[in-house]
């Protein structure tokens, strides 16, 4: 792994002025322990001047393509005018340190590469204060990452949620790192059979976890169906209920009772199974479920009417809200459309009259000489007769 770069630049003073005249170059490496690291002494434009690299102790490793300690681990990979690279097998923390490539010059160049050595952590161990929770409790789990180097990081897990840690840091005697990560949090029902992974990140390992299921006890669920009869319960049928009870530990008891009084006396009750036959109005009232286990106790309701035997017969259940709406806007839109037409007809024969006028005043010059001439004279004028239609 490269983690750095040194370079060292030899300026010769010319006519022109500074010239870069040669460079030499080489690369920071982290290992992992017990692998392999390349060092790398790299010149540009080299003039034939003499490439070397030395161990932390500045002890010659090579001499250009010779090796002089005897070191069987360190083997040359290449040797050219502008490199020399060397391979270091079976890394140890002992090979840590400032390797130094040197270039026989006037003056000689250094440029400096450390390796540093990775040690990875020991399988994380992952404790739990409780093997057996109780819903609603709050736990604690630790997880402990040994002996690594450079310190790891521990991230926690539950399920697919990401849960908050607190890491504690000890440096050991051999200058290797131990990290610890405690844990808290309350737990659910729905906890139960979940995993809770402890995840270790180190730049010597990939993927280093351990988990730990969670086993959550929880008291029961209570749940009451009607078996019989599917529809509306009349006087003279009969009534059958059956309890649903789960939880953890499974309920060691289940009871039925009746709220406020006491379950008719030829109930039959099998278990979870509540049967009652020949019902009548006196049964009306709230059936209870009741279930308990070591973690505590719970109930479901099932409320009794008893209706009348004739109940709900030659009528339907329902009603079609949609239809008998539909039927009165009709009747009403009916209704506005007479409206109408009678208010159009009467006003139009408004003040019609047909009167019947007495005979011979047509003829008369003036009104006097017609109600003179007229047909019965003023004798008649009280018989004039009108009709209104």
């Not at 590469?113 to 819903?135: F, K, Q």
Request: charged content about 25%; some cysteine.
């Amino acid at each position: 792994r490269l983690r750095g770069v040194r370079a060292f630049t030899v300026r010769v003073r010319g006519l022109g002025g500074y010239v870069v005249s040669q460079n030499l170059v080489t690369d920071n490496v982290s290992v992992v322990e017990g692998e392999m690291a390349i060092i790398s002494c790299r010149v540009k434009d080299n003039d034939d001047s003499v490439i070397q690299l030395l161990n932390p102790n500045r002890q010659t490793i090579y001499f250009r393509d010779v090796r002089p300690l005897k070191d069987a681990r360190f083997q040359l990979v290449n040797f050219s005018d502008n490199e020399l690279r060397v391979s270091l097998s079976n890394v140890s923390l002992s090979d840590e340190g400032r390797y130094v490539c040197q270039l026989y010059t006037d003056p000689p160049q250094e440029a400096y590469a450390d390796i540093t050595v990775l040690i990875p952590p020991g399988n994380p161990i992952i404790e739990g204060r409780d093997e057996v929770l109780s819903e609603g409790n709050e736990t604690e789990m630790t997880c402990t990452a040994m002996s690594s180097k450079p310190a790891a990081t521990i991230r926690w897990m539950k399920g697919d949620k990401e849960l908050p840690g607190k890491p504690m840091v000890e440096l050991t005697y051999d200058k290797m790192y131990t990290v610890t990560s405690r844990l808290t949090f309350t737990v659910s029902k729905e906890d139960d059979g979940v995993p809770v992974s402890c995840i270790v990140d180190h730049p010597a390992v990939k993927d280093f976890q351990a988990q730990k299921y969670l086993e959550v006890q929880y008291k029961p669920e209570v749940k009451i169906l009607v078996e019989f009869p599917p529809g509306l319960t009349r006087e003279g049928e009969n009534l059958e209920l059956t309890c649903h009870a789960k939880g953890k530990p499974q309920p060691q008891r289940v009871n039925w009772v009746k709220v406020d009084d006491d379950v008719p006396s030829h109930a039959v009750i099998t278990g979870g199974d509540l049967y009652i036959e020949n019902l009548n109005k006196s049964y009306n009232g709230t059936y209870r479920c009741v279930a308990s286990n070591t973690v505590g106790e719970s109930f479901d309701d099932y409320i009794l009417y008893v209706y009348d035997s004739r109940a709900g017969e030659g009528a339907p259940r329902t009603v079609d809200h949609a239809v008998i709406g539909g039927v009165v806007a009709v009747v009403v839109f009916a209704m506005l459309c007479l409206l109408i037409v009678l208010g159009r007809y009467f006003a139009r024969h408004k003040g019609t009259y047909f009167t019947h006028e007495a005979k011979g005043a047509d003829d008369a010059a003036d009104a006097d000489t017609a109600i003179i001439n007229a047909e019965g004279g003023h004798t008649n004028s009280d018989e004039k007769k009108e009709y209104y239609i």
